[in-house]
């Protein structure tokens, strides 16, 4: 039969160590303690006697009780033993001999704490680090938290990237020392001391890398280059993807003293390299996927056309931060009768099944609108076309037509109302809840106003107006609030970046796309 788990062969040998005057067992009951209590009453301990009257009082109301004594149990909280029959000698005589007669399980028991507690501080920096979509960021955190764990002086982690042209380059972070202080040297080569970080064949941890055979075989140094930092303990560990086999990069930790570094410290090195393996894995993919989606968007999304009588400024910017990319769009349509169609929509999702629903949503309008149909039928026949083709997802859509005689007509499915300002007239919004998204609405009212002459159109999506901290409405406040500013300035695409970065402070995690509309009433408008 496998022996008792720890905790419990103390619990027995506390059990058996409450006697009475006679040497003789006496009746004991036991109340399980949460993790506060536990630590309350054990500190660091394993046992301890329970002698306060008001904390007996507390923890066991109504009880009459002379001896008790609190046992650990881990992380999971621990076990009180008590008795109301009388004991020989006094609770503390109880918990001395308990203490005698666990010693080797005590030592035990305060080791797997220890053990515990690192593993925990590791989940810990593997959480954070697998949370992580940020290359810099990863790497940075995982060579602090390495280089912090292992009490190393010092700690670096180089690691190969690709360029768009399919070059290899080598990055390297720091932690515990300014850069500078590595600015000097080369990047490490493959010699026999740094070739099993850099191969993926093993750690390597050294009391003394001074005295290793393998060190200071290699031209020009022989050895630390001058000026580099003292190192004597020596610990590198390689980051191998999980996926692939392939060795992403290699942490190196260096102490001026000898004989710094355990195999508790290197098993946290591999540990955090491990999850750092991850975390890289998992950002290569997602920045593959991004520049995938967005150069699809991108390619879909048109050169707005010169229209006459008008300014028309477009942007599309794909989400900075987060994993939104690949809904948005705007059209610039010039229809057959001389009128001009502007269209912007957003897709409910992200990624590429988000920009190939975009596209197919496009085209559909596009279709429709050289039809010259009316904007509420447009709507009407790409919902119907396009219903069920999105499974849970939807479209939103603004389409809005500027005739040749300056009316406006526009309809609205499920988007964010537009902005119209007309010469000496405040901001007004247009179109607000007039329908449904596509796919999903069935009627789309369509409406019509004044579009003069000295009068600015603005559509957008709602990475403009809205964050994780920020809601729609406050959003689209602080939009209308700048749009008098925007309008007074004398380089629009300037102003709008400018009102673009104050909105979003560099950091949306959705698209944006927008039309801004001039109407400068020339060339027969």
């Known amino acids: 039969m496998p022996p008792p788990p720890p905790f419990d062969a103390v619990l027995d040998a506390v059990r058996r160590a409450f006697v009475d005057g006679a040497g003789e067992p006496v009746g004991t009951e036991l109340k399980p303690l949460g993790p506060a209590e536990a630590r309350a009453l054990l500190g660091d301990g394993v046992t301890a006697a329970v002698t306060e009257p008001a904390v007996l009082a507390g923890l066991l109301p109504g009880r009459a009780v002379t001896a008790a004594v609190a046992v650990t149990g881990g992380h999971d909280g621990g076990t009180l033993v008590y008795t109301g029959a009388e004991v020989g000698g006094l609770p503390e005589a109880v918990a001395a001999a308990v203490q005698a007669a666990t010693a080797d399980l005590a030592d035990t028991v305060l080791r797997l704490q220890g053990d515990a507690a690192v593993i925990d501080a590791l989940h810990s920096v593997g959480r954070q680090l697998t949370a992580q979509l940020d290359l810099g960021r990863i790497v940075q955190d995982a060579t602090d938290a390495a280089t912090k764990a292992t009490g190393a002086a010092f700690g670096a982690f180089f690691y190969n990237l690709v360029n768009?042209?399919?070059e290899s380059y080598t990055l390297y972070t720091l932690s515990g020392v300014p850069r500078e202080a590595f600015e000097r040297f080369p990047m490490p080569r493959n010699t026999a001391v740094f070739g099993p970080t850099f191969d993926g064949t093993g750690t390597v941890r050294s009391p003394d890398i001074t005295a290793d055979?393998?060190?200071?075989?290699?031209?020009?140094?022989?050895?630390?280059?001058?000026?580099?930092?003292?190192?004597?303990?020596?610990?590198?560990?390689?980051?191998?993807?999980?996926?692939?086999?392939?060795?992403?990069?290699g942490f190196f930790f260096g102490h001026p003293g000898t004989g710094r570094f355990t195999e508790r410290h290197e098993y946290l090195a591999e540990g955090i390299a491990g999850y750092t393996a991850i975390a890289l894995d998992n950002a290569r993919l997602y920045e593959r996927e991004r520049t995938l989606v967005t150069e699809l968007s991108r390619s879909m999304l048109p050169v707005a056309p010169d229209v006459p009588g008008a300014d028309v400024l477009t942007r599309y910017l794909p989400a900075a931060t987060g994993t939104k990319v690949g809904g948005d769009w705007f059209d610039v349509l010039r229809l057959p009768s001389g009128a001009t169609a502007y269209v912007i929509g957003d897709v409910v999702g992200h990624g590429v099944t988000a920009a190939t629903v975009m596209a197919q949503v496009r085209t559909a309008i596009r279709c429709y609108a050289l039809l010259e149909l009316a904007p509420s039928e447009v709507l009407r026949n790409v919902s119907e076309l396009t219903g069920g083709l999105f499974g849970a997802s939807f479209v939103t859509c603004f389409y809005a037509v500027h005739e040749t005689d300056g009316t406006l007509t526009y309809a609205n499915a499920g988007h964010l109302p537009a902005i119209l300002v007309r010469p000496g007239a405040e901001a007004e919004q247009l179109g607000e809840a007039l329908a449904q998204p596509l796919g999903v609405g069935a009627e789309f009212p369509q409406r019509s106003t004044t579009f003069p002459p000295g009068a600015d159109l603005v559509l957008y999506t709602d990475g403009l107006v809205e964050s994780r901290t920020r809601d729609l409405t406050l959003g689209i406040e602080w939009l209308l609030a700048g749009i008098p500013g925007l309008l007074a300035a004398t380089d629009l695409d300037a102003a709008w970046d400018a009102l673009v970065e104050e909105l979003t402070h560099g950091r949306h995690d959705d698209d944006i796309a927008l039309i801004h509309v001039r109407h400068r009433g020339e060339d027969g408008t």
């Open 164 to 166: 768009d042209v399919g």
């Open 213 to 249: 055979p393998r060190f200071g075989k290699n031209a020009p140094y022989r050895g630390m280059p001058e000026g580099h930092l003292p190192v004597r303990s020596y610990l590198a560990v390689s980051a191998v993807s999980p996926t692939t086999g392939e060795v992403l990069g």
